[in-house]
């Protein structure tokens, strides 16, 4: 499969080889052709599968057949939950689409509202956006949506862990009835299911189910470390090892500014993203991490959820999620789109059971080292198991850069007719089969190049992406663990270079 075979224009798949894509994901595979075909579609996938590109291609390919947006119209609408992943969806929409005659603009809160009425006001063909400036500016009447062709709902599940069911709800009966609708979530729970009944007609859904959601690309250890020299060890392992390019979850906060001090006093350039930081101070946090002037970004979760750092090497859990799932979602940081990466988790002897959890949630003992002059007074007990297929990993320590992989992922998709009783949406169109590959994008055959020249009258460049929210029920949100996808491990010993993708980018740009 390739995707010339897709159906897209040969503008479109200009944009798409010069980011060294050579064959589609699976999910792009399946999205593809449905959207051309103007169906709706329910898509079951997780950030890391190449889900943005799944839709933003095709949906370039059917709005430059159309009629060009008028002064103050929308013809797409992109929803997304956070500030952060709306500028990275941007971002691509801008990148596929640089060939082509179409507007697309970002809106989000925490900035000026003043160039996002302005774009607006010259019509849009694709218009990104999170809920609550939406909002704001259509009470503004800086947005006309009868014209809108298509509707995407991206991270849905998100959006309703975040609080924003009322205002979806409130945007949807602002739109024509007649109109395209596309939904992606990393899972379908009831809740998305209830959403999806009065959104989506007659959907083709596709899932793109990673048997375990821990890329085989990201290698897995563990040091046991008394709580009180997590930082000194944290320290000693990015000297020792030369890491670059670091992220660190911290559980809260307040932990995550005292560890970037602490990075920074060692002589270790760190800086600290998280809710309380302003709109400002977080973009240039992200900014120079990504730049490279700050070694290390110690994050919270909430604050890195989403950020889409190519070929990230190193995450680190300083301390362990308090839910389970999100360590999956953790270290779903490195190893993005077939690059390699490594995680590794400082636990100290009060998280042996978090500890457990994970390792039975993703099914396989994750491999214990030992960082020397930080032996700790405890031992981490083993996890047992209960699949018969779960592996113990069999990585060395960091040290030697010889590590465990995780294990792999199932290359199944499915797409369900789901009016036969075994889903409880709507409709749907079947086809059941298996993809030849993983589900996750193929690694790039190019370096990663540096995103081209945006469209015209947009109405922001959102140079940051920033992981924030305009949505205040966000703060206080319980967070609801998304569904698990696991399956039986199965472990392997690579050895990888982190920053071979790293130093190829560099390359490029000299
Ligand atoms: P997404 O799941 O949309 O967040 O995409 C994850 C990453 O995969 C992004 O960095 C994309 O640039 C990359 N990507 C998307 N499609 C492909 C592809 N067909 N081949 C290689 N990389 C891809």
Redesign the pocket.
Known sequence: MSFENLGLSAAILKAVAK???????PI?AQAIPAVLKRQDVMAA??????????FTLPILELLSQGTPAKRGYVRTLVLTPTRELAA?VQE?VATYGKHLPLKSAVVFGGVSIQPQLAALKNGVDILVATPGRLLDLYQQRAINFDHLEILVLDEADRMLDMGFIRDIRKILSFLPAKRQNLMFSATFSDDIRELAKGLVNNPVEISVTPRNSTANSVEQSIYAIDKTRKSAALIELIKINDWHQVLVFSRTKHGANRLAKSLETAGISAVAIHGNKSQTARTKALADFKRGAAQVMVATDIAARGI?I?QLPFVVNFDLPQVPEDYVHRIGRTG???ASGQAVSLVSEEEGKLLREIEKLIKRQISRNVLPGFEANFNLADTQLTSGAAKKSTGRSTNSRTKSSASGQDNKIHQRRSNKGEQKSQGGHSTSESAATNNR????QKPLVDLGPKFANRAQTPKSTEPATDNKASKTRNPKPQKAQTAEGVASTQKVDPYANARLKLKSKE
Do not use: I
């Not at 980011?19 to 994901?25: A, I, K, L, V």
């Open positions: 980011q060294g894509y050579d064959t589609p994901s792009q996938a997780q950030t890391g599968t190449g889900k943005t590109a799944g990275q691509s889409d190519d993005r789109a077939g994008p193929p690694r790039r």
